[in-house]
């Protein structure tokens, strides 16, 4: 079983673009602010002291625009955790809709010598319910 993690959140100004929705980057910051929130509420101090993630390829599906002060939620879990990669799956809604969905690899690096890292199985564990 998968550990997700959800949080909420309005549109703002600085999210629209010129054709009055939000603008796609923003879709890979919400991404990118997702895996980090729900790195830092399962992680330890020890391994944010030991590890740093990388990005190594994002894959977004947009499926409906989102617009100013609308209420987004997102959801997301690691889906697949194997030697130094990981796969992350992120769902951004309105209301319980499906407006876009990202599929995000990271790469677990060791934070003193930035090389990849075979993630230890105490990290595996953090994305999976026991």
């Keep these: 079983m998968k550990k997700n993690f959800e949080f909420d959140f309005r549109v703002t100004k600085k999210d629209i673009d010129h054709l009055n929705h939000v603008n796609n980057v923003v879709y890979v910051h919400w991404v990118m602010e997702a895996a980090d929130k729900h790195w830092r ?16 390829r994002h894959e977004i599906d947009y499926m409906a625009s989102a617009k100013l002060n609308d209420k987004i939620t997102i959801n997301t879990w690691v889906e697949n955790s194997l030697g130094v990669k ?29 090389k990849p890292v075979k993630m230890p199985s105490e990290i595996i564990e953090l994305f999976t319910s026991n």
């Design 41 to 56: 509420f399962l992680s330890t101090a020890k391994m944010n002291d030991s590890y740093v993630w990388v990005v190594l």
């Design 86 to 114: 990981s796969e992350r799956v992120v769902e951004i809604k309105i209301g319980g809709k499906l407006i876009a969905k990202a599929v995000t690899m990271w790469c677990l690096l060791n934070k003193e010598t930035m």
